[in-house]
């Protein structure tokens, strides 16, 4: 949705439709689907017979992904959620994929493959002051379905906070996390608040498994740190490992002593902080803008329907 007035501003007229809820939103999608020139599927695989009848009524079918959706969210192998995904991909005529990973798994099924990475808008992030009167904030963005990422970095944080005066964890999600012996600061994700919360803060955290789940993601939480001018502190694991450039814009670490020596470095050199926390946001807007991913993508729509606008 974040493309939309893109879109339009291109010569395109876009329309949004859910396609999940039940089948009078298949049903409908159907049939706006043969009144259009191309159709770009989001993230959503169709069992068969609604694939077949999408593919019948679509003049130019697309499919864009940013997740490993073909396996297990525990990173496992899943024969149904594969099977889904490669009828969805050998059938249609281009797919978008958010990362290498995904980009090679697509093009087992289908050649025409394009990558599209995640992007962040970034006008919307202010740089961070990278100053804190009373704490050093460490920030996490996300939701529960990533908080056993967090949890795992719990043992790192507390080697953190015992070297680090005025350590605290700001979460910025959906929950909290209570006995951890370290301040941690709860704030509900809220749109309009979620840029500024990041700017406030000093140093951004991304703790990560090495799985295929984790290496289908695309590092957006190291995106809005890097685009909101902070340090990034991350596992070596998927995108993360390739926006995050060691000693320029962040530390890549394994293990709880490096993660602790990573942010006991950090809150120790304010001037560092400020160094990588620029350096990371040229690197977004050079490479992870919504500008420039959304010209990737106006590439595939447009070379799909054979130029139209």
Same mark, same amino acid.
């Given at each position: 949705?974040?493309?939309?007035?893109? !879109?339009?501003?291109?010569? #395109?007229?876009?329309?949004?439709?859910?396609?999940?809820?039940?089948?009078?939103?298949?049903?409908?999608? #159907?049939?706006?689907?043969?009144?259009?020139?191309?159709?770009?599927?989001?993230?959503?695989?169709?069992?068969?017979?609604?694939?077949?009848?999408?593919?019948?009524?679509?003049?130019?079918?697309?499919?864009?992904?940013?997740?490993?959706?073909?396996? %297990?969210?525990?990173?496992?192998?899943?024969?149904?959620?594969?099977?889904?995904?490669?009828?969805?991909?050998?059938?249609? @005529?281009?797919?978008?994929?958010?990362?290498?990973?995904?980009?090679?798994?697509?093009?087992?099924? %289908?050649?025409?493959?394009?990558?599209?990475?995640?992007?962040?808008?970034?006008?919307?992030?202010?740089?961070?002051?990278?100053?804190?009167?009373?704490?050093?904030?460490?920030?996490? #963005?996300?939701?529960?379905?990533?908080?056993?990422?967090?949890?795992?970095?719990?043992?790192?944080?507390?080697?953190?906070?015992?070297?680090? =005066?005025? !350590?605290?964890?700001?979460? #910025?999600? @959906?929950?909290?996390? @209570?006995?951890?012996? !370290? =301040?941690?600061?709860?704030?509900?994700?809220?749109?309009?608040?979620?840029?500024?919360?990041?700017?406030?803060?000093?140093?951004?955290?991304?703790? +990560?498994?090495?799985?295929?789940?984790?290496?289908?993601?695309?590092?957006?939480?190291?995106?809005?740190? +890097?685009?909101?001018?902070?340090?990034?502190?991350?596992?070596?694991?998927?995108? %993360?490992?390739?926006?995050?450039?060691?000693?320029?814009?962040?530390?890549?670490?394994?293990?709880?002593?490096?993660?602790?020596?990573?942010?006991?470095?950090?809150?120790?050199?304010?001037? +560092? *902080?400020?160094? +990588?926390?620029?350096?990371?946001?040229?690197?977004?807007?050079? %490479?992870?803008?919504?500008?420039?991913?959304?010209?990737?993508?106006?590439?595939?729509?447009?070379? *799909?329907?054979?130029?139209?606008?």
């Amino acid at each position: 949705m974040q493309f939309a007035e893109r !879109f339009e501003l291109a010569g #395109i007229r876009a329309r949004h439709m859910s396609i999940a809820g039940g089948a009078d939103n298949y049903l409908q999608a #159907i049939r706006a689907a043969k009144r259009v020139d191309v159709v770009l599927v989001l993230r959503k695989t169709l069992p068969w017979p609604l694939l077949w009848a999408l593919r019948r009524a679509a003049k130019r079918l697309v499919f864009d992904f940013d997740d490993a959706i073909f396996s %297990n969210s525990d990173g496992s192998p899943s024969r149904t959620r594969m099977s889904r995904f490669s009828a969805m991909v050998a059938c249609c @005529d281009q797919v978008s994929a958010g990362n290498a990973f995904l980009l090679d798994m697509a093009k087992q099924f %289908n050649s025409q493959v394009t990558l599209v990475p995640t992007c962040v808008d970034t006008a919307r992030y202010a740089a961070s002051s990278g100053e804190s009167q009373a704490f050093f904030d460490v920030v996490w #963005i996300g939701s529960s379905s990533t908080r056993k990422y967090l949890e795992e970095a719990v043992p790192a944080l507390q080697l953190a906070s015992r070297q680090i =005066p005025g !350590f605290r964890l700001k979460i #910025i999600a @959906d929950f909290s996390l @209570d006995g951890v012996g !370290f =301040p941690v600061m709860p704030v509900p994700w809220r749109l309009d608040t979620e840029a500024m919360e990041l700017a406030a803060s000093q140093v951004g955290i991304a703790p +990560m498994r090495d799985d295929d789940w984790s290496r289908g993601k695309c590092a957006l939480k190291v995106l809005q740190y +890097m685009a909101a001018g902070l340090p990034v502190v991350s596992s070596p694991a998927g995108v %993360n490992a390739e926006a995050v450039v060691p000693g320029a814009t962040g530390f890549l670490v394994r293990g709880d002593a490096e993660w602790s020596e990573a942010l006991v470095s950090l809150a120790a050199d304010a001037a +560092m *902080c400020r160094r +990588m926390g620029h350096a990371g946001r040229l690197r977004v807007e050079k %490479n992870y803008s919504a500008d420039v991913v959304f010209s990737r993508l106006l590439g595939v729509v447009l070379g *799909c329907a054979g130029g139209k606008g």
